[in-house]
């Protein structure tokens, strides 16, 4: 794409109005627009970042067997009732609205209960299990505070998988293969090296759940990391007793602040049992069905990665996610390195390059400047200078290493 | 897909709190969900059918030069009040809620003064101008009555793109180009010969805008058409005045019932002046930008095919939306017919077909019902009888026509 018809346009100074790096980052690069607090637009470059980080979601979803399906946000009580998780006093983070008539609904914050509702007419008999079903779909969140970018918003984009099994076995088999789905994720996202499959507690089913939490100050939560084998424990189950089941030692263990990026969770039979999901196993005897729990938010995971991988520069994608993948820079305004410029840019898009073309006329300094807020992996420069020489400068944005290669 | 893998079921029966004839197959086929009245969630099937509709869509928009966002639902009453669509009394269909702090907010039914707010943002001169921005987003509204399926719900996906321009010119001549493009839409999904552009009335800023409306004995709307011209007009613009305008002649037109699948509107200054959306031309003039919006919800669309397509046995697909291109079929539970299918599954696969792989055990009779129902375009069956002749039996969903081939 030329940078000349992208609309939106960098920002030199950092809004005033927003505290967090990464909002601040996304806001100046032009990847996001802040609606109101802790509710953010994506605009062109960040909805083109989500969807690479949705893609790769999507696809280990669907390596792990997963169905994909959309739920709605609005929601009646009912359900909810009937899990307990209705009143405001137990869930303090509902939004809730009104039909015409008053009945009251409630925006979505997790679909444990439609799910588990809606699969009462799918699910009947041992053969119909197991299944795992996800979704991309809105979350509404009323948090108090949201002052940390996209790392905590009211409104944002889940991935929730839930899984139906017969059995605990066959949850915690289930549950192994999608925590290895889950670091295999924020692997090939680039945070793979700073994210830690962390123990919390596992509430009434199971002794522990997981969340991933990858490292950063910016981070809310404090996790204890055992860095040789690369385990981290939750302040919350930081016990004597648990630390020698998990074969962990308290000196080898650091106090550090992390951000969770994801989280898997053994629901057991809470929402069939409420709910009445059942099964019939093989001797007829009807059962609850055995349910798990597993989330990512793909924009808190872009905001993490403008936290973790940027530098006092701007943005510094990997590859896997970059809106693009090349920035092409022409600089100065004669008609021969425009020529040039134009050829390297068609010769790119037809070899299937993602690039991002700065045909602006600006100055050398505002086109490096926005190209390194911007952060694509690769930058080529062509010039009077890389026309004499017929040499192309090819700069990385992530080693800021530049190597020349001859013309394309 | 492996259909015994599909969590999905048919069902044999309309379900009992459905009218429209399109919940009803989409229901039964196990395409769609009903969450509550008007609110529907997508299963694999209709996610599937969904996401060709939308791409479809996006295709068309990038090529009008449409650049993609994704904007929030939740929303401040500023903005809206500007432009003096805040109230209940003035727009009857908003759905609010609260911050914790008591602030209310609305769920967006439409994104003009969101989008208008955030382009001032962007655009200040003429060399910004003109520029095309869409989405895709859930859209909340709370419409009194919910009873026709997708064709009018309370939540939904809809695309809305939103044109900038710098003149009223500049504005007619995209407005056509959009035009075109939508009509290449409704032809791409095979509703082209069914669908109508309708002239409706066009506000304070232009005599008309235009509808894209589908024939349908379920539309709520009444157009009258003139068959050979391919052109209708709405009942609010059918005069004397108009009619002769449009050079139609009112013994032409007939009285049709429709569904509204897509409008255009010139909103002209509207928005842009209540909310401060200005450029500076190029004498340095400070003039509001000219605006335009063009919708189309693909659930509405997907149901209105439903409605369309359909015969008595089940849904039709057209391959460009169909969520599976091949429906195979084996009949029987001997070996050397698993055998054959797998390996024809497995060749289709290869070849990159979009194959549901009917592998149940069930009866003839129930998996051509269910074939039906589900309404892919080629139907293949592998049975002793088709292996005993050597040729495979290729059935056409649409035609009802079977050819016979050699095993591929």
Chains 1, 2 share one sequence.
């Not at 969770?260 to 039979?269: A, M």
């Not at 019939?280 to 938010?297: A, D, F, Q, R, T």
Request: aromatic share 10%.
């Amino acid at each position: 794409m030329r940078q000349s018809e992208l609309f939106t346009k960098t920002r030199r100074e950092n809004p005033q109005d927003e505290v967090a790096k990464n909002a601040q980052l996304l806001v100046r690069a032009g990847f996001i627009h802040k609606e109101l607090a802790g509710v953010y637009s994506y605009l062109p470059l960040g909805l083109k970042t989500l969807n690479k980080i949705i893609g790769i979601i999507r696809e280990e979803m669907l390596a792990l067997g997963g169905q994909e399906v959309f739920l709605t946000s609005l929601q009646e009580p009912e359900k909810w009732q009937k899990s307990g998780r209705w009143s405001d006093e137990v869930v303090d983070i509902w939004f809730k609205t009104k039909l015409g008539n008053e009945t009251e609904l409630g925006l979505a914050n997790t679909h444990e209960e439609a799910l588990a509702s809606l699969m009462k007419e799918q699910i009947s008999s041992y053969k119909d299990l197991p299944k795992y079903v996800f979704q991309f779909q809105t979350k509404f969140r009323n948090e108090k505070r949201a002052k940390s970018g996209l790392l905590r918003t009211r409104e944002f984009i889940m991935k929730d998988l839930y899984s139906f099994s017969k059995t605990e076995e066959e949850l915690a088999n289930f549950y192994d293969h999608a925590a290895q789905a889950y670091e295999k994720i924020f692997k090939r996202v680039g945070l793979g090296e700073v994210t830690y499959k962390t123990f919390a507690s596992g509430g009434s089913f199971s002794q522990f759940s997981h969340e991933f939490q990858t490292l950063c100050e910016a981070g809310e939560d404090l996790i204890y990391v055992d860095e040789g084998k690369g385990v981290a424990v939750n302040k919350e189950v930081l016990t004597d007793e648990v630390l020698s089941q998990l074969n962990l030692d308290k000196d080898n263990l650091k106090e550090k602040k992390a951000i969770e990026v994801g989280n898997i969770f053994k629901l057991g039979t809470k929402y069939s049992e409420a709910l009445g999901l059942n099964y019939k196993n093989e001797s007829g005897e009807v059962l609850p069905v055995v349910m798990g729990s597993y989330g990512i938010g793909p924009g808190r995971l872009l905001g993490t990665m403008a936290e973790v991988l940027s530098d006092d520069k701007g943005l510094v994608w990997p590859e896997a996610v970059s809106p693009f993948q090349v920035h092409l820079i022409s600089l100065g305004q004669s008609e021969a390195v425009k020529a040039e410029a134009d050829k390297i840019y068609a010769d790119l898009v037809k070899k299937g390059e993602e690039v991002l073309y700065d045909d602006r006329d600006l100055a050398a300094g505002e086109k490096f400047a926005d190209a390194d807020l911007i952060g694509l992996p690769k930058r080529i420069v062509v010039s009077e200078k890389t026309l004499a020489s017929g040499k192309l400068e090819v700069k990385d944005r992530a080693s800021g290493e530049t190597i020349y290669i001859d013309h394309v």
